[in-house]
């Protein structure tokens, strides 16, 4: 079990961050990127080199690529030229992925490119999904959906799309407020989730708001799961301090 970090979580630059996680004790940063993706390293001439100098330098891995940005270039979108930018995005971060060491690319669908209901079966929303699937396959990536949906929802999803490489990113601070339960729904998932986010409920820290980490953990066990917890935590007035107490929370309880 190695355990990583949002990029974004730590109160240093993204430069600085490899190293800093590493002082902390962390495994690997979750490379994160916003709506004006193209404005990041990645997309820079040299910066593939650049990212993974960072990371080499530091004695870090990076386990998966996170733009979160995408929510504003969803497959959904009612503007063909922005939904076909979203899915060209996701296409390059899975051609580049392998090159940076990551196999996991995190989908999100939150705020305006959530996922309604009447989308898991809506062809505009399967094709855009299946269109960046085919790339990830090529290169062996997983897209990871993370949304405000049921397990029971994702699944539909993954069995629409009809891809190996479609999988789910669990998040069970987000699940646990939103009302599932999510011991049950990571044991329905099982090898469907390709990786997890650490995170309790209200902004606190790991194991005390809501978040049934002892059955969670359990759950995790029954899956067999063996890949990454990344902290999507969020720090109180010390982010340093709240990271390292989040990390050994779950060192301490996996």
Same mark, same amino acid.
């Given at each position: ?160 799309? =009809?891809?190996?490489? @479609? ?7 987000? $699940?646990?407020?939103? &009302? #599932? !339960? %999510? ?23 790991? =194991?005390?708001?809501? @978040? ?7 759950? $995790?066990?029954?899956? &067999? #799961? !063996? %890949? ?27």
């Amino acid at each position: 079990m190695k355990v990583g970090i949002r990029d974004g979580m730590l109160p240093v630059s993204f430069e600085e961050s490899f190293q800093k996680a590493k002082e902390i004790g962390f495994d690997g940063v979750e490379v994160c990127m916003g709506v004006n993706y193209r404005e990041h390293t990645l997309w820079q001439d040299g910066g593939i080199d650049q990212v993974n100098g960072l990371a080499e330098a530091a004695g870090v891995e990076i386990p998966s690529l996170s733009p979160g940005g995408f929510t504003a270039y969803s497959f959904m979108h009612p503007t063909d030229s922005t939904r076909t930018e979203g899915i060209a995005k996701l296409q390059y971060l899975a051609e580049i992925a392998p090159q940076l060491g990551a196999n996991v690319i995190l989908v999100p669908f939150f705020g305006n490119g959530k996922i309604e209901d009447d989308h898991i079966d809506d062809p505009r929303f399967i094709d855009g999904l299946k269109a960046a699937a085919e790339t990830a396959e090529k290169y062996g990536v997983s897209l990871a959906i993370e949304s405000t949906l049921s397990a029971e929802q994702h699944q539909k999803i993954i069995d629409n799309v =009809g891809s190996s490489t @479609v999988s789910v990113y669990y998040d069970m601070g987000n $699940a646990t407020g939103f &009302g #599932y !339960d %999510s011991p049950s729904e990571i044991r329905n998932l099982g090898s469907a989730i390709s990786q997890m986010h650490i995170k309790d409920t209200s902004g606190n820290h790991a =194991g005390e708001g809501d @978040v049934d980490f002892p059955a969670v953990f359990d759950a $995790a066990h029954a899956i &067999g #799961y !063996d %890949s990454w917890f990344v902290l999507e935590t969020p720090g109180k007035d010390d982010p340093v301090a709240s990271a390292a107490k989040n990390l050994n929370f779950v060192r301490n309880n996996f």
